[in-house]
């Protein structure tokens, strides 16, 4: 298994840019997620997807935008790049199991994109 | 909303020297309890996940216990390939994150 594979692993944009970065998993994990990570700031949640076809909102959603059409495959589209995204961009899944009443909710994460826009 | 907050924001140690890093959380009510290790450049790793007050899980060096308001990572001897960011979360399906301790273990 791969686990959870980003790309591009570097990219610079200029602003008003668009882009999309890609994430795949081959753990057939439901829970899909974006994160990104500032300097200082830890993780904040962007978008995430409970299974294909279905997309929410994280915490700071504004200035991008997701689909889900595959379980394998959570894309993270930026439109209109600015200097405020940039950022390390980290995909991660979730693997469930149960334990009883429990659920086993260790996430995988990817190696991450970073993402500079000038 | 969840709230994490961990403590120190970095920590230097030297090789042998154990100590403690704190994570204080905020929650309407714990789903569960995360601890994850993050070297330079590299995605967050999985470390241990702790689901009620009293429960410890142990990985070589490091154990992680848990109360009603607060995580510990217990370091033992620590050697140099122990730096790294540890990232403290809450949550079940959707995480909140702490802003992590930056450990560095000097030979």
């Known amino acids: 298994n791969a686990g959870v594979t980003q790309t591009p692993k570097f990219r610079i944009l200029k602003i008003g840019q668009s882009m999309t970065l890609q994430c795949a998993q081959d753990m057939n994990h439901n829970y899909m997620y974006w994160y990104r990570q500032d300097p200082g700031m830890g993780l904040k949640l962007i978008y995430y997807?409970?299974?294909?076809?279905?997309?929410d909102k994280g915490e700071v959603p504004n200035g991008y935008n997701v689909s889900r059409s595959t379980t394998e495959d959570f894309p993270l589209r930026l439109e209109l790049a600015a200097p405020s995204q940039t950022s390390v961009y980290f995909c991660a899944s979730i693997r469930e199991g149960a334990e009883g009443r429990r659920v086993n909710t260790e996430a995988f994460f990817g190696q991450g994109t970073r993402l500079t826009v000038v | 909303e969840d709230q994490v907050t961990q403590s120190p924001e970095a920590l230097r140690l030297q090789e042998g020297e154990s100590s403690s890093l704190n994570c204080s959380y905020t929650?309407?009510?714990?789903?569960?309890l995360f601890w994850y290790r993050q070297d330079p450049g590299k995605g967050p790793e999985f470390l241990f996940t702790l689901y009620s007050a009293g429960e410890e899980k142990e990985k070589e060096r490091l154990k992680a216990t848990l109360t009603k308001k607060e995580s510990f990572l217990h370091i033992t001897a620590p050697k140099p390939e122990d730096s790294a960011t540890y990232l403290c979360a809450v949550g079940n399906y959707k995480l909140t994150f702490g802003k992590g301790t930056l450990l560095t273990v000097n030979p």
């Open positions: 997807s409970v299974g294909a076809g279905i997309t």
């Open positions: 929650v309407s009510g714990l789903r569960g």
